[in-house]
C-alpha cells in the first residue's frame, strides 16, 4: 500500500517539476531540452531524485548546475503544489537511457540484411 502512495506522489512530483521547469529564467535551462524521465523517492519522503534527460549532450552538464542551482525555488514550489507534510529535497541524476537507446536503434539500423542465398537484402 504504501508503495502505490509512493508511485503517485513520484509521478505527481514528475508533472509538478515539468511545469515548473517551463518558468525557469535560468539561460542554461531555457535554452535545452529538458525531460524528466522518472522520480524516485525515498519512502520518508525526505529525498526525491530527479532523473532527467537532455536532447542535446553538450549542454547536459551546464543545465544540471542550472537545475541544482534553481533546487531551492523549485522545491519551495514544489511545496506550494502539492500537500505533503514534508516537501522532498530534490536531487538532480543525469539520466543517458534515450540517449543509450538511440546509439543501439543507429547501431541496429546499420546491420546489413542477409537473404538465405547469401546476397544483401534491399
Same mark, same amino acid.
Given at each position: ?43 520518508? =519522503? $525526505? /529525498?526525491?531524485?530527479?532523473? #532527467?534527460?537532455? +536532447? ?6 551546464? !543545465? ?19 500537500? =505533503? $507534510? /514534508?516537501?522532498?529535497?530534490? #536531487?538532480?541524476? +543525469? ?6 537507446? !538511440? ?20
Amino acid at each position: 500500500m504504501a508503495s502505490n502512495r509512493i508511485g503517485r506522489i513520484n509521478e505527481e512530483i514528475q508533472k509538478e517539476l515539468a511545469s515548473l521547469l517551463r518558468n525557469l529564467k535560468d539561460p542554461r535551462v531555457q535554452n535545452t531540452m529538458i525531460s524528466i524521465t522518472h522520480v524516485q523517492t525515498t519512502p520518508d =519522503l $525526505r /529525498y526525491a531524485k530527479v532523473f #532527467v534527460s537532455f +536532447l542535446e549532450e553538450g549542454k547536459a552538464a551546464d !543545465a544540471l548546475k542550472g537545475l541544482k542551482s534553481a533546487g531551492g525555488y523549485l522545491r519551495r514550489e514544489l511545496g506550494r503544489a502539492l500537500q =505533503l $507534510r /514534508y516537501t522532498p529535497e530534490l #536531487v538532480w541524476e +543525469l539520466d543517458d537511457s534515450i540517449t543509450y537507446g !538511440a546509439k543501439m536503434m543507429k547501431l541496429i539500423n546499420s546491420l546489413e540484411v542477409k537473404n538465405d542465398d547469401g546476397t544483401d537484402e534491399d
